[in-house]
């Protein structure tokens, strides 16, 4: 099969699973359903059925920008949504709106089918408190003042190399974050990638990418200053794969300290939900 016929059958067959998700979705929410005003409810809340429909309407439409996994390419990531306290009428505004100035477009799919996407989402991007309840947090404490605060913060004091820890538990499992420990490079958030500048005088700045244009470029480099260059003082720009964050294997952070670092994390984040 020659690759332009293989690329109308997937296209078909993209057709084809939308077709069967917005037929399911018809049923499961009456016609006119509750746009996203404030104090609506998603009315898919929890509903695992309505979870996979929107996982399959994710994939057809969303996930050429914003990867299969939501964790970004060309768009942000969007498991991080939920993480920065953000309420599931605005991501479903979002959503119907577009973003103006930028690539998102409006949407002017069936209110039930943008709700069922947000369900998804919602669903990849927050976890269930019981997997972190093991584990000693005065010693977890301990360890993130030893290991973390350099680059990463806790209710606003840390650094910012690496990602607000603030809300972790609540929006990455145990697996995500056990990984993320162990193999950092293995998936790097954007907005928290690697680069490497060139100035004209040889001088090497390495630090994690924040914004960049046409004629300029920032970043925060390894000693957490936040610093701005004209592309015209710069040789070259060179986008590294690895992550900034060191491998900590089970000889640098052993299984027993991650429980303890995961329910100091816990406390925080019970600390910051608090009234």
Not at 13 to 36: D, N
Request: net charge positive; hydrophobic share 40%.
């Amino acid at each position: 099969m020659n690759l332009e016929r293989r690329c109308l059958t997937r296209k078909r067959l993209a057709w084809v699973r939308a077709s069967l998700v917005r037929g399911v979705m018809a049923l499961l929410v009456p016609a006119g359903a509750l746009a996203g005003q404030d104090g609506v409810v998603n009315p898919f809340e929890g509903d695992p059925a309505a979870r996979r429909a929107g996982g399959a309407l994710y994939g057809t439409r969303c996930a050429e920008c914003h990867g299969a996994d939501a964790k970004g390419i060309s768009g942000p990531d969007l498991t991080a949504l939920w993480d920065v306290g953000t309420s599931d009428v605005r991501v479903f505004q979002t959503i119907r709106r577009g973003r103006p100035g930028s690539i998102m477009p409006s949407s002017s799919a069936p209110d039930n089918e943008i709700w069922a996407v947000v369900a998804y989402l919602k669903g990849i991007s927050t976890v269930p408190p019981v997997e972190f309840v093991t584990g000693d947090a005065d010693h977890g404490q301990e360890i993130f003042r030893s290991m973390c605060v350099r680059c990463h913060r806790v209710n606003g004091r840390g650094g910012h190399l690496g990602p607000d820890l603030s809300r972790v538990t609540r929006t990455r499992s145990r697996v995500r974050l056990t990984q993320a420990i162990r193999e950092p490079s293995a998936s790097v958030a954007v907005g928290y990638r690697t680069v490497t500048l060139t100035l004209r005088d040889g001088r090497q700045v390495r630090g994690v990418k924040k914004r960049e244009d046409a004629f300029s470029l920032q970043l925060i480099d390894t000693n957490d200053r936040l610093q701005g260059y004209l592309r015209a003082d710069l040789a070259s720009v060179r986008d590294v794969a690895e992550s900034l964050m060191p491998v900590f294997g089970s000889d640098r952070l052993s299984d027993g300290d991650l429980d303890d670092l995961f329910r100091f994390l816990t406390t925080v984040n019970a600390a910051d939900a608090a009234p």
